[in-house]
């Protein structure tokens, strides 16, 4: 079953407009970490955030928020004051329990800022 | 955070070969884990290597085909074995920087693989 959702294959915004973009999951670990990557079309993987499943406070960096809502299992990916370097792929991640490190991606959004 | 040299950026290879793809961190790491991106996908991870034991793989992916050195804690190689067209795919190596709050997974810039 996929553990990690985001349902907006591809997305537009206008530049200098705020963006969410999706992210759910799925798991029955009570200790678990999200991330969020954007890939551009270079292909490189950036971290943007992280967001650890006891952490009582939304994570901010920057332009990036993350809106975490653990009774929804939602994590969706806030940008605001979207930018044109912001076209990229953008992979919502998962990590599971706390002595093994593996990650999960999600299929990815597509992000497209309009001038 | 860790800083990854992955090598080759790209290679273009005869089906039946093998391709072998280095990755070597400036900081010793537990492990490392390898991923797959087929055209238009996400990442899959393939296996994780520890230094000094074997490599874990994941489901659908197995030794024989995709077998993986850990020499030390810096370096990993992962060898794709008999090519096929379909092992065409971006293969990028990664690990957990130590403060994974800030600065989470590091990834190599991956290696770009056409089969023909």
């Known amino acids: 079953a996929q553990k990690i959702t985001q349902t907006q294959p591809g997305m537009f915004v206008q530049e200098k407009e705020a963006v969410t973009l999706d992210c759910t999951y799925d798991?029955?670990?009570?200790?678990?970490?999200l991330f969020w990557y954007k890939q551009p079309s270079s292909g490189e993987m950036i971290f943007l955030i992280y967001?650890?499943?006891?952490?009582?406070q939304n994570a901010t960096e920057g332009r990036y928020s993350l809106n975490f809502q653990k009774a929804r299992k939602s994590a969706n990916l806030v940008i605001s004051a979207s930018q044109l370097g912001d076209s990229a792929m953008y992979f919502c991640?998962?990590?599971?329990?706390?002595?093994?490190?593996?990650?999960?991606f999600g299929p990815g959004t597509s992000l497209s800022v309009i001038p | 955070s860790a800083v990854i040299s992955q090598k080759p950026s790209r290679d273009i290879c005869q089906r039946g070969t093998s391709l072998t793809i280095q990755c070597q961190v400036d900081s010793q790491v537990t492990m490392m884990f390898w991923y797959r991106q087929q055209p238009g996908q996400s990442l899959t991870l393939i296996a994780t290597?520890?230094?000094?034991?074997?490599?874990?793989?994941e489901s659908g992916f197995v030794i024989d085909k995709f077998p993986i050195s850990r020499p030390n804690l810096t370096f990993s190689t992962l060898t794709v074995s008999n090519l096929s067209p379909e092992d065409s795919s971006i293969y990028l190596c990664?690990?957990?920087?130590?403060?994974?709050?800030?600065?989470?997974?590091?990834f190599g810039s991956g290696t770009r693989l056409t089969v023909v």
């Open positions: 991640a998962m990590r599971e329990g706390t002595s093994y490190d593996k990650v999960i």
């Open positions: 990664s690990v957990l920087n130590s403060d994974r709050d800030n600065y989470g997974y590091t």
């Open positions: 290597a520890n230094q000094g034991s074997e490599a874990t793989y």
């Open positions: 967001q650890g499943s006891y952490d009582e």
């Open positions: 798991t029955s670990d009570q200790s678990y970490g």
